[in-house]
């Protein structure tokens, strides 16, 4: 009898946890060629910079498009505008969901994912970031910062942030949970087992979602935004 229940109870427990853990998945792709359709999203430029920004393409993944010769330093400081792409997928976003990537960085920094309810166009009609937040990997931590626009000028501010040793040249996978509460929406990072999530009322209901590089070469494998099933 008890090898029965036993045998009974073994499959009902799996099932229950396939059924925890699916995922609605709402958008899925590998950044290799012929795995991801670029109509579906839009380079979308910084409001500090002129410069709009471009993908090399590569075997298993896109990068970032740098000044030829930079050096880390130069990319870091002087250079930075010149090494800053970003894109944003077309389609609007709303509730609780979970976008995740997989990237890496060359020296330093920054690849990291994006988030923000509106884009705009500048005096060219590039489009172009305004308010946002931006999820940041480093080599040494994650950060959050939420970036203003006002008064036609750009201002930011670093909101949270997680101390950690991220190693240069290897793959990490990041993962932002966006998740309205009653105390308000919370964000959840986490990257390589770490976590840390806070709350902000600023984090808008309805947004689009994205990755750029910037401050080095950037490397991104695949993106996935999915609802977070809680």
């Known amino acids: ?67 030829d010769d930079a050096t880390n330093k130069d990319m870091l400081g002087k250079l930075a505008g010149e090494t800053y792409t970003s894109m944003l997928l077309k389609k609007e976003f709303r509730g609780s969901l979970i976008i995740t990537s997989t990237m890496s960085f060359d020296h330093r920094m920054a690849p990291l994912l994006v988030i923000t309810p509106k884009y705009d166009k500048d005096a060219k009609g590039n489009p172009e970031h305004r308010d946002h937040f931006e999820i940041v990997l480093y080599d040494k ?20 942030f997680m101390l950690a040793d991220f190693e240069p040249q290897k793959k990490h996978t990041v993962t932002v949970e966006i998740k309205p509460a009653k105390t308000g929406p919370m964000m959840i990072v986490s990257c390589n087992g770490k976590k840390f999530g806070y709350v902000d009322a600023t984090i808008p209901e309805a947004f689009y979602v994205g990755i750029t590089g910037c401050e080095g070469v950037n490397r991104f494998y695949d993106f996935q935004v999915s609802k977070s099933g809680k």
């Open 1 to 67: 009898m008890k090898r029965r229940t036993k045998y009974i109870l073994m499959p009902v427990i799996s099932f229950m946890t396939l059924f925890v853990n699916a995922r609605e998945v709402l958008y899925q792709c590998n950044f290799t060629p012929g795995k991801w359709d670029a109509s579906e999203w839009q380079l979308v430029k910084s409001p500090r910079w002129d410069h709009l920004g471009s993908w090399e393409h590569h075997d298993d993944h896109i990068s970032n498009k740098v000044p």
């Open 141 to 160: 931590g994650l950060n959050v910062w939420h970036h203003h626009y006002t008064e036609g000028k750009p201002h930011w501010e670093k909101t949270a």
